[in-house]
């Protein structure tokens, strides 16, 4: 167990990335009062502010800026020795898994993946949140996150990856649809009304959609933006609307709703996710089984997966 110097430092390294003492409070599962106790227990410690109240939050002293990095190389060195020390066992593990998917990834392997930990390791807790483009990498680096899920067609080059499955971009459309019936021109799908799962912000899939429809210099009437794809099909009936998905998302929507699956009208990339996580995890036990059980989980999608 952490002696209460490493606890403190951890606590540190987070009130670093928040800058506000009660954010860091809840990352860190404390109350404030005693978030704020631990900053002032730093502030001894380094005989230093470290946090300095400015307008809109808090700015790090320079001499706290100057040795988060240390801090943050000499934790994961213990986190190392520590690991080495202690196997992973995952029948007996109560280990916590935080990864980021889109909701679209997690409908796809999380079944898997739950008949997995269920049989192998009853203990442990799987929390998946929706992703955070803007931080995803900081979040990554800090161990608030231990594995994205995610289509990145640019992907960074600092961290670890492998391939889990690949899918096409198809629309949908209701099967009664007043225009279009079993295949889509370019005036079908520009003239269309759109329906697009936003979620927490925009996706490649449709960053990708909407570099193909300015490359023809046109521009979608997206009309409707909704949190949740499954709310997509319950839209279309009675409707000219259509949408822009992943196959096998279309598939599984076609199997409860009656909707026709469409070839799109012009050229886009192939779908391909892979799961990315940070070198400070590539040795640890405990992240190689969790590597394992999502390869699996990709595999046994049609298509399949690489190896690690």
């Known amino acids: 167990m952490d002696n209460i110097e490493v606890r403190l430092l951890r606590i540190f390294l987070v009130l670093m ?7 860091a409070a809840v990352q860190l599962g404390i109350s404030q009062p005693a978030a704020s106790h631990a900053l ?15 307008r809109g939050g808090m700015v790090a002293s320079d001499r706290a800026a100057s040795f ?12 190392e020795l520590i690991t080495k020390a202690k196997p992973f066992d995952p029948a007996t593990s109560m280990h916590t898994f935080v990864l980021s998917a889109p909701e679209y990834a997690e409908s796809l392997l999380l079944p898997a993946m739950a008949r997995s930990l269920r049989e192998q390791a009853p203990n442990v807790r799987v929390e ?12 990554l680096e800090s161990g608030k996150i231990d594995m994205r899920i995610a289509w990145l067609p640019k992907a960074p080059p600092s961290l670890r990856s492998m391939h889990l499955f690949q899918d096409r ?16 021109s370019v005036e079908n799908y520009m003239n269309a009304t759109h329906v697009r799962p936003l979620g927490t912000g925009s996706t490649t899939t449709g960053q990708v959609i909407d570099d193909a429809v300015e490359r023809l210099g046109r521009k979608l009437n997206l009309a409707f933006l909704v949190q949740n794809f499954l709310t997509i099909p319950f839209m279309m009936p009675g409707t000219d609307i259509i949408a822009t998905v992943p196959l096998r998302l279309a598939k599984i929507l076609q199997q409860q709703h009656p909707l026709q699956i469409l070839e799109p009208p012009m050229r886009l990339p192939k779908v391909s996710y892979a799961a990315y996580w940070h070198e400070r995890s590539q040795k640890d036990p405990a992240h190689r089984w969790l590597r394992s059980v999502v390869l699996e989980a990709a595999r046994q999608l049609d298509g399949g997966a690489s190896s690690v």
Request: proline share 5%; net charge negative.
């Open 68 to 79: 988060e990095a240390g801090v943050r190389a000499m934790l994961q060195g213990y986190d």
């Open 40 to 54: 002032a227990r730093l502030r001894e410690l380094f005989q230093d502010p470290l946090l300095l109240r400015a």
């Open 169 to 184: 971009i198809v629309c949908i459309a209701d099967q009664a649809h007043p225009t279009i019936h079993g295949s889509l």
């Open 17 to 23: 990335a928040e800058k506000n003492v009660s954010n």
């Open 128 to 139: 998946v949140r929706a992703p955070d483009r803007d931080r995803a990498q900081d979040l």
